[in-house]
Nanobody, 130 residues
Framework: QVQLVESGGGLVQAGGSLRLSCTASGRSASGRSFNSYGMGWFRQAPGKEREFVAAISWSGGSKVNVGSVKGRFTISRDNAKNTVYLQMNSLEPEDTAVYYC??????????????????WGQGTQVTVSS
């Protein structure tokens, strides 16, 4: 069973930075491990639906961000550490949400669709004050 644990959330002032981490453990039912997973970050603000933030393919060669975070957020991964990161700079109050890490067993390009992801973390709260 794959488990994903997020960390790095917290309270920050507008214009500040945070780096979220998501560490994977275990193997999927098919026996695949972290270095074969596509990874994604999603977020859900109070009263809103969960939305895509950023994704990265298994190799790191394919990345995609949602338009509202382009130039501010960067996704990366370290397969040796089974960890994916989301570096968030120039944070805005509108970025306040619970951030979720997700994994998909795929050799394909990064995916923006939550339906493509097989495993999810419990989430980490990010609060940006104005």
């Amino acid at each position: 069973q794959v488990q994903l644990v997020e960390s790095g959330g917290g309270l920050v002032q507008a214009g500040g930075s945070l780096r979220l981490s998501c560490t994977a453990s275990g193997r999927s039912a098919s026996g695949r491990s972290f270095n074969s997973y596509g990874m994604g970050w999603f977020r859900q603000a109070p009263g809103k639906e969960r939305e895509f933030v950023a994704a990265i393919s298994w190799s790191g060669g394919s990345k995609v961000n949602v338009g509202s975070v382009k130039g501010r957020f960067t996704i990366s991964r370290d397969n040796a550490k089974n960890t994916v990161y989301l570096q968030m700079n120039s944070l805005e109050p509108e970025d306040t949400a619970v951030y979720y890490c997700a994994a998909r067993e795929s050799w394909e390009r990064a995916s923006t669709s939550a339906n493509d992801y097989n495993y999810w973390g419990q989430g980490t709260q990010v609060t940006v004050s104005s």
